[in-house]
């Protein structure tokens, strides 16, 4: 009950980041742009933080690393979590299984392309984006000292992503995430990104 809440209010909450920040986005003049169009080089720091989650699970992703926002395309170190245990099963051999209280982790490298097609007057954009998880996924399990379910994966993902400021952007997708065989694999992934360069720290200060 307490997890479905949890799950309840950080979608709620992401969806009116989402479409609630500032009522003069939706006033601003939208303009069609190529997608597949470059700017010049913008170089920035990004941090961000998101949900992964489905009907049965629920997992928390923090990262940080590098955005280039000339050419919409960030890489990012990031680490996962389910910040609880959950009942799994687990095969042990042909029609024998294991039921267990699992916790999951991932590192990753994170290398997502953004393209957007519209842009509107005040810096706002809206697009899609695909981007690829690749790291090391392990789980650890109550009475058991071994980590059984471990190893290197690629976790790929695609949605629609909106830069709503100049210094933030928030991304709405999908993520298939494969981490055993009694789990659904396919995930919702909610990711709010923030950006600093020294043209957007001047900004700030001024």
């Known amino acids: 009950m307490v997890l479905n809440n949890f799950r309840k209010a ?11 920040i500032n009522p003069t986005y939706s006033k601003a003049q939208p303009i069609l742009t190529n997608p597949f169009a470059g700017s010049y080089f913008q170089p920035s720091f990004g941090i961000n933080m998101g949900t992964i989650f489905n009907h049965e699970d629920f997992l928390l992703d923090f990262g940080l690393g590098f955005e280039e926002l000339g050419y919409d395309f960030s890489a990012s170190l990031n680490g996962s979590f389910r910040p609880y245990y959950k009942t799994v099963l687990l095969e042990e051999s042909d029609n024998f299984y294991y039921q267990l209280q ?15 097609f519209i842009q509107f007057m005040n810096s706002s954009k809206v697009g899609l984006y695909a981007m690829a998880k690749f790291g090391y996924f392990y789980g650890t399990y109550k009475g058991l000292s071994e980590d059984r379910n471990n190893g290197f994966a690629i976790t790929p993902g695609a949605g629609l992503s909106w830069q709503f400021s100049k210094i933030s ?7 298939y995430l494969n981490q055993n065989p009694s789990s659904n694999p396919h995930m919702l992934n909610i990711k709010f990104s923030v950006f600093i360069n020294k043209q957007t720290a001047n900004n700030l200060e001024e």
């Open 169 to 175: 952007r928030i991304n709405l997708g999908y993520l």
């Open 102 to 116: 699992e916790k999951v982790f991932q590192f990753s490298i994170d290398l997502e392309k953004r393209f957007y």
């Open 10 to 20: 950080i979608t709620c909450f992401s969806l009116l980041c989402f479409l609630a």
